[in-house]
């Protein structure tokens, strides 16, 4: 099976801006999670996704939002770029992953820099 | 805060040795997962541990879990220098929480 891919690798984008970032998951999966990766933060879970409603949601402002249509994959939008949106922004799937239970697949991620 | 804390923060070994890194949490999980990062890159799943098991093995990978104490390790037996990356536990709970990670240096 082909496993998570997202796009694009690398955005450079400047301040004010909107953003969003693809991600495909594991064919059969309908779980999907957006995570933000930065030095200073670590990984934080911004929000999964399940048959196209989001089931839950980490602290992150309403400029990050997501959807995910009918074959599971998924985007999320950053709007109003700021210069603290710069990270590493990964993706994961999993089969169900309710209340944690699945083991997630990460994607490689979308290198985002805000300028 | 809800996040993970891991220990070490930084682990440097000679290839041939085991690196031994803990995970603690404070909130109840359904599971608790492992993961290596390379370079700023994706994440790859290691190993996946339930609440209701004590031990896992998985090649040079073993994973204790001691739900009481709200901790876990994960030893890698006779390391690599292959195996330098950062490590990170995942845990399974109604809201994905990371651990802070262990960034771990194997010396050739």
């Known amino acids: 099976k082909a496993g998570v891919t997202q796009t694009p690798r690398y955005l450079i984008k400047t301040r004010g801006q909107q953003v969003t970032l693809s991600c495909s998951p594991i064919?059969?999966?309908?779980?999907v999670s957006w995570y933000q990766q930065t030095p200073g933060q670590g990984l934080q879970f911004l929000f999964e996704?399940?048959?196209?409603?989001?089931?839950n949601k980490g602290n992150f402002p309403g400029r990050f939002s997501g959807r995910q249509f009918s074959n599971s994959r998924s985007e999320m939008n950053v709007s109003t770029l700021e210069l603290g949106d710069s990270a590493l922004y990964l993706c994961?799937?999993?089969?169900?992953?309710?209340?944690?239970?699945?083991?997630?697949?990460f994607g490689p991620g979308t290198r985002l820099t805000v300028l | 805060s809800q996040q993970g804390e891991e220990d070490p923060q930084a682990l440097s070994i000679q290839e041939g040795e085991n690196a031994t890194m803990n995970c603690s949490y404070k909130?109840?999980?359904?599971?608790l997962q492992w993961y290596r990062q390379n370079s700023g890159r994706g994440l790859v799943h290691l190993i996946l541990?339930?609440?209701?098991?004590r031990e896992k093995h998985s090649g040079r990978l073993r994973v204790t879990l001691d739900t009481s104490k709200k901790s876990s390790s994960l030893l890698i037996t006779a390391s690599r220098a292959a195996d330098t990356a950062s490590y990170f536990c995942?845990?399974?709970?109604?809201?994905?929480?990371f651990g802070t990670g262990t960034r771990l240096k194997v010396l050739a």
């Open positions: 994961a799937s999993s089969l169900d992953g309710l209340h944690g239970t699945d083991t997630q697949y």
């Open positions: 064919s059969g999966h309908r779980s």
């Open positions: 996704y399940f048959s196209e409603t989001q089931r």
């Open positions: 909130t109840s999980i359904n599971n």
């Open positions: 541990i339930r609440s209701n098991e």
């Open positions: 995942l845990l399974g709970t109604y809201k994905y929480i």
